[in-house]
């Protein structure tokens, strides 16, 4: 599908909702224009992803944290022990339009770990949504 650049200077075509994918190459740090379905499908998505691991055990620690930062902001920080993820290579995701609106993906000790924006907490949950249900080969 073509992917539709924005120019980090202005705000100009980018919709309040939309879907960044780090996933394809060319689009590293460029936002893709996504469906406004997908801001209530990702935590539909994340609670069936956080039932499938509650084994008894799994659950009794921190595995899903969400915050909120000063800057202002928020900060997601995501367990990836004993669901398939730990070892699986994960690409930065940096994005900073501007000072008010940026997201910052990344994984570090076993864990996603990411931040953005007053208005990108659904954007860093599709990040994260986006890597787990790609292929770990393709």
């Not at 000072?99 to 954007?123: M, T, Y």
Request: charged letters at 25%; a negative charge; hydrophobic letters at 35%.
């Amino acid at each position: 599908p073509p992917h539709k650049h924005y120019n980090k200077q202005t705000l100009e075509d980018i919709p309040t909702a939309h879907v960044y994918d780090p996933f394809y190459p060319e689009d590293a740090n460029a936002a893709k224009l996504g469906d406004a379905l997908m801001n209530e499908g990702v935590l539909i998505w994340l609670q069936s992803w956080y039932a499938k691991y509650c084994n008894g055990d799994w659950e009794h620690n921190e595995n899903i944290s969400i915050a909120t930062i000063d800057n202002p902001g928020w900060r997601v920080a995501i367990n990836l022990e004993e669901n398939g993820c730990e070892y699986r290579e994960f690409h930065p995701v940096e994005i900073e339009i501007n000072n008010d609106d940026w997201i910052h993906c990344f994984k570090r000790n076993k864990k996603f770990e990411g931040a953005g924006s007053p208005q990108r907490l659904v954007d860093i949950l599709n990040v994260f949504m986006r890597w787990v249900e790609k292929a770990p080969d393709s």
